[in-house]
């Protein structure tokens, strides 16, 4: 019996621990589970949408008492305007900004060397480059005479030499990358403490990062990104849209589709549709114009060659008025937007196939209003010229013709008999200007 108890009691104390054990694993778990760091993607060109995008995001993660923000960057560069607003955010951010340059293959030129030159941490992946920051008509969507050139450039290294200083990096470098345009990949810029890290992975970039002191506006603070987890977070609905619209792609496309669609309407009064799409179309291309670096003059050229197509077809000018027309839409397409950076440009891929739908959209829909002009009316009296019957009534300046089985008034240049065979030759007022057929 006592054997019994012994037994039970040993076995009851197995379970005790075990469940102590269980408990104790799992609560170690919890407590050794990191700060959540949030991710964010930024492959596109810096526009104000990316810029509103970022500040948000890291508004957002603050608001959460997010460990820190990683933004993930590929950038061929963009707007001087939209890139310090990044700036900006970065350096009076709460909480701790990563700019890491990944995944392999992408690159931070231009903006994205100052956007990078911000963050608390700079990071880049294997296979990536960082520059070529020179400043050519940044953000001015336009030349620049020599003397403004320097002032710009100028402008722009104090810039980023004042950022590298601020964070520790490598002012030298900076200042040949807005001035000389260097360019250099992820060793090169470790080596040069351009950046702090190379990192294959964001969990790399976290873990190489442990330990590491930064400073925030707050005071200096060492980064804890031991066992931190990752919080991916994607774009959303709206930021998604805003920054389609930006892309001058799209911007040139509704443009040219809102021209149409209102020319369409105003050519056919009562379709409605056109000129709802039309609309709307417009709408959307000058908000994207408010974003991107756009040529007013390329606006014109491409209203103006609307005006010129819509002429057309008031004034027979035998193809002058379209082909000037297409004159105006090719030029104002090429200086829509003037930008260094290709992304900030219409690509010829995009440009060619749309001028070439245009042109034909127009000159189809000029064909069709010529011809209807040109045609012979086949109601009303002004469908009876050429049109044959018989005098009803003797006719010398005035009588009666049958035309068509119709009684009309008739007059004639001289006597014609009743029932002889008639064709008309003209209208005078609301009679009919006929003469006598001939027999043969």
């Known amino acids: 019996m006592n054997t019994m108890n012994t037994n039970t009691l040993i076995r009851r104390i197995a379970v005790l621990s075990m469940a102590f054990i269980i408990i104790l694993c799992a609560t170690g778990a919890t407590a050794s589970a990191g700060a959540a760091f949030d991710v964010i993607t930024v492959n596109s060109a810096i526009t104000p949408a990316v810029a509103r995008y970022i500040e948000k995001s890291i508004l957002d993660s603050y608001e959460r008492n997010a460990g ?195 020319y369409f309407e105003f050519a056919h009064p009562g379709a409605v549709l056109p000129g709802v799409v039309g609309g709307i179309s417009l709408i959307l291309a000058f908000f994207a114009m408010q974003t991107l670096p756009v040529n007013y003059a390329g606006v014109a050229l491409i209203i103006f060659a609307i005006i010129l197509f819509i002429a057309e077809i008031k004034i027979i000018s035998h193809g002058m008025l379209t082909v000037a027309g297409i004159i105006s839409l090719i030029l104002g397409s090429l200086m829509l937007f003037e930008s260094p950076v290709p992304a900030l440009k219409v690509s010829f891929k995009v440009m060619i196939p749309t001028i070439i739908a245009i042109s034909l959209f127009f000159i189809a829909v000029i064909s069709l209003s010529v011809r209807a002009q040109l045609r012979k009316p086949n109601t009303g009296i002004e469908a009876m010229g050429g049109e044959e019957g018989k005098a009803v009534t003797d006719i010398y300046a005035e009588g009666k013709v049958e035309i068509g089985g119709e009684l009309w008034n008739a007059s004639s240049s001289g006597p014609i008999a009743k029932g002889e065979l008639v064709k008309v030759t003209g209208i005078k007022g609301l009679a009919l200007v006929v003469e006598k057929i001939e027999r043969r």
């Open 68 to 262: 820190g923000l990683i933004i993930m960057l590929d950038t061929p560069g963009g707007l001087d305007l939209a890139m310090r607003d990044i700036v900006k955010s970065i350096l009076g951010s709460p909480i701790p900004i990563f700019v890491y340059v990944a995944p392999s293959g992408a690159r931070a030129a231009s903006a994205g060397v100052m956007i990078t030159m911000a963050a608390h941490v700079a990071a880049m992946a294997p296979g990536t480059n960082i520059g070529a920051a020179h400043p050519v008509a940044l953000g001015v969507g336009g030349t620049m005479d020599e003397t403004m050139a320097k002032k710009v450039e100028n402008d722009a290294v104090a810039y980023v030499v004042s950022i590298a200083e601020k964070r520790g990096r490598n002012t030298k470098w900076v200042e040949d990358a807005v001035r000389k345009s260097a360019s250099v990949t992820a060793e090169k810029a470790l080596s040069l403490k351009v950046i702090d890290m190379m990192a294959e992975s964001v969990d790399s970039l976290l873990a190489q990062s442990h330990g590491k002191r930064i400073v925030l506006p707050a005071g200096e603070v060492t980064l804890d990104t031991k066992n931190a987890l990752i919080h991916e977070k994607k774009m959303g609905i709206r930021d998604r849209i805003l920054t389609t619209l930006s892309d001058p792609n799209i911007a040139y496309l509704l443009l040219l589709v809102g021209l149409a669609g209102l």
